[in-house]
């Protein structure tokens, strides 16, 4: 899905687009990390001095675990916040991102609804909100099993919180697109929740290129939502029978 996007941005000259959101993205990134470092090294240190087991393989066991706990920590929390803050606040810009791969791709009838900024911030709330409870106490039950079993726990908290994460924000990368298509939040719920391991693989996506720092940090948005409305043009036009021309 990603490796399309650079082509797409190219051949239908959409690049200028990405610069605005790119750059607010970055801020916002470098602000979040520096945060959640200070947050994720004075819980390793706490977590530490809390646990003294005497028997030294044990307590070398709890050690590494806490740390890797704390690295674990440090990028979900970071991700956690950055994708749904970042995609609310740059809805607009993203809602016309999504809008004008749309129109490149499929021509201007393609698009049925155009939302103001403050109905699009918005509606990007509503979508964000819907599933951050949710994915909260998942991540947060996943961590916690990763405390209660050393080692091995850490491993499986990591996938888990990874899936996890990728499919709720493979979510809302599809909504954009969905958005101007004209689905309300309800029918947008139902078209990617039928579809989650799309949104699993769209969020994926994007989580890896978060793990890019600057760069990553910088296109990690707008390249999700470039992907995730090639995608959606995709099912649309599966579901109406119609042929994808690109």
Same mark, same amino acid.
């Given at each position: 899905?990603?490796?399309?996007?650079?082509?797409?941005?190219?051949?239908?000259?959409? %690049?200028?687009?990405?610069?605005?959101?790119?750059?607010?993205?970055?801020?916002?990134?470098?602000?979040?990390?520096?945060?959640?470092?200070?947050?994720?090294?004075?819980?390793?240190? %706490?977590?530490?001095?809390?646990?003294?087991?005497?028997?030294? %393989?044990?307590?070398?066991?709890?050690?590494?675990?806490?740390?890797?706990?704390?690295?674990?920590?440090?990028?979900?929390?970071?991700?956690?916040?950055?994708?749904?803050?970042?995609?609310?606040?740059?809805?607009?810009?993203?809602?016309? @991102?999504?809008?004008?791969?749309?129109?490149?791709?499929?021509?201007e009838a393609f698009v049925q609804s155009e939302l103001t900024m403050p109905q699009s911030?918005?509606?990007?709330?509503?979508?964000?909100?819907?599933?951050?409870?949710?994915?909260?106490?998942i991540n947060l039950a996943f961590l916690v099993g990763g405390l209660v079993i050393p080692?091995?726990?850490?491993?499986?908290?990591?996938?888990?919180?990874?899936?996890?994460?990728?499919?709720?924000?493979?979510?809302?990368?599809?909504?954009?697109?969905?958005?101007?298509?004209?689905?309300?939040?309800?029918?947008?719920?139902?078209?990617?929740?039928?579809?989650?391991?799309?949104?699993?693989?769209?969020?994926?996506?994007?989580?890896?290129?978060?793990?890019?720092?600057? @760069?990553? %940090?910088?296109?990690?948005?707008?390249?999700?939502?470039?992907?995730?409305?090639?995608?959606?043009?995709?099912?649309?036009?599966?579901?109406?029978?119609?042929?994808?021309?690109?």
């Amino acid at each position: 899905m990603y490796l399309r996007v650079p082509k797409t941005l190219s051949k239908h000259r959409l %690049w200028a687009f990405q610069v605005l959101p790119a750059l607010i993205s970055l801020v916002v990134s470098v602000l979040l990390f520096i945060g959640f470092y200070f947050a994720a090294d004075g819980f390793s240190k %706490w977590m530490d001095s809390l646990i003294n087991i005497k028997i030294e %393989w044990l307590d070398n066991a709890v050690t590494v675990t806490a740390a890797i706990l704390s690295f674990v920590a440090l990028v979900a929390g970071f991700i956690f916040v950055h994708k749904h803050l970042v995609l609310i606040i740059l809805a607009p810009f993203l809602g016309k @991102v999504a809008e004008e791969t749309l129109k490149a791709v499929k021509g201007e009838a393609f698009v049925q609804s155009e939302l103001t900024m403050p109905q699009s911030v918005g509606r990007s709330a509503k979508i964000n909100l819907r599933y951050v409870i949710r994915e909260l106490f998942i991540n947060l039950a996943f961590l916690v099993g990763g405390l209660v079993i050393p080692l091995v726990g850490s491993i499986i908290s990591t996938v888990g919180m990874f899936v996890t994460q990728s499919r709720f924000l493979g979510y809302g990368l599809m909504d954009f697109p969905l958005e101007n298509r004209g689905l309300s939040v309800p029918e947008s719920d139902k078209f990617v929740k039928s579809r989650s391991g799309m949104s699993i693989g769209l969020g994926a996506g994007y989580l890896i290129l978060m793990m890019i720092p600057v @760069v990553g %940090w910088m296109f990690a948005p707008t390249f999700g939502t470039v992907a995730g409305t090639l995608k959606a043009i995709e099912e649309l036009e599966l579901e109406s029978g119609e042929n994808l021309q690109s």
